[in-house]
């Protein structure tokens, strides 16, 4: 067992102000990582500019980053980067920007190295990465992991480096002005994250204690997701909830909900959180060491699996996926060795083609 967490996080209203002096102590010149609207709606993009020009740092935006970013984006902005000579990523947003942030921050600290270097295992070094999230989802602020989109594949994979965020910094203000579809899809994939982690090959005793603990934290706002009555405590649960996720998939990777989700994503155009939340009581009923399932609801507060697959249809709607969409992403599954691993047992075609609620 290991336990390796070297992302400095802060979490505490004005955490970006009340933090200038490192991010200051982080480099000389910024890129900030966003997309078009979110960061400039919630604040988080001004309040960044701010200390930036407090310390004198200079800066520049690249605000470019689609949801489910490609990897051309990813390329467009490093020649922006190395251009301007960044020594520094400011990453703001939800996932996309968030995980982008990272891949960019690779590539430009190796400017002669094509696009190919993000799927090879050859370490390579990266600029530092500061994160500040504004959704509740996928807790990329102190994972090492960055989902690009390839379009020659059609389909959305992890890089093969590992790129941790040199600060993380976190503030319920951002959160609370996100739409109710952009709240209850990434709180899902938080789910998704606790559930996978929880339910892997590579689970034991010392990571489950952040999955453990991040199912119970999900079970006390859950009901109030639903109804759509969240309170500032429920907010400030849910960033926390995706930032324990995120620290326990970083010790056991994710599993088959998420690798099945991508196609839908891709395909489809679903958002991910809802694309992988599709999943997720199918997982959990159909996953053959029943207690260690049934603790997985009993932590959440379900009763039973039907339970939780009728409160996922509720909260997301349903999604009808043809069958010849659901046979093709059993059978890339069913070929992809690096998420068959993170699953505990064997699998076959008719079980994966079942599995969405």
């Known amino acids: 067992m290991y336990l390796f967490m070297p992302t400095l996080v802060y979490s505490k209203k004005d955490c970006v102000k009340n933090h200038f002096r490192e991010i200051a102590l982080t480099g000389e010149k910024a890129m900030i990582v966003t997309g078009k609207h979110s960061s400039r709606k919630n604040g988080s993009l001004d309040d960044v500019s701010a200390v930036l020009n407090q310390e004198n740092i200079s800066y520049i935006i690249f605000d470019d980053i689609e ?8 390329m467009r902005a490093r020649e922006l980067a190395v251009s301007e000579n960044v020594d520094f990523i400011i990453g703001i947003g939800g996932g996309s920007p968030l995980d982008a942030a990272k891949a960019i921050a690779l590539m430009a600290a190796n400017p002669e190295a094509n696009e190919e270097v993000l799927y090879q295992s050859n370490a390579l070094p990266y600029l530092p990465i500061i994160c500040i999230p504004t959704t509740c989802g996928t807790g990329s602020e102190v994972t090492p992991y960055s989902i690009l989109t390839l379009h020659k ?7 093969s480096h590992k790129i941790f965020p040199t600060l993380a910094l976190l503030d319920t203000k951002y959160l609370k002005t996100a739409n109710r579809s952009c709240i209850v899809n990434t709180s899902v994939d938080a789910l998704a994250h606790l ?3 929880y339910l892997n090959t590579n689970s034991n005793s010392l990571n489950r204690i952040y999955s453990e603990q991040g199912l119970r934290m999900w079970a006390e706002f859950k009901d109030n997701l639903k109804n759509d009555t969240l309170s500032e405590k429920d907010y400030e649960r849910m960033l926390h909830t995706s930032m324990v996720a995120g620290i326990a998939i970083t010790h056991t990777g994710t599993s088959l909900p998420h690798g099945l989700s991508y196609a839908v994503t891709y395909e489809l155009g679903v958002p991910h959180g809802k694309a992988v939340g599709m999943f997720l009581g199918g997982y959990v009923d159909n996953y053959k060491d029943k207690n260690e399932a049934g603790k997985v609801l009993e932590l959440l507060g379900f009763s039973n699996a039907k339970e939780m697959r009728c409160y996922l249809n509720e909260l997301l709607g349903k999604t009808e996926l043809s069958p010849e ?4 992403n059993a059978d890339s599954i069913l070929a992809n060795k690096g998420k068959l691993k993170n699953y505990p047992f064997k699998i076959t075609k008719e079980e994966l083609i079942n599995m969405p609620n």
């Open 67 to 74: 949801e489910n970013p490609s990897v051309e984006t990813v």
């Open 153 to 159: 594949q059609k389909t959305k994979k992890s890089i």
């Open 195 to 197: 559930i996978e982690s």
């Open 325 to 328: 969409l659901l046979s093709a």
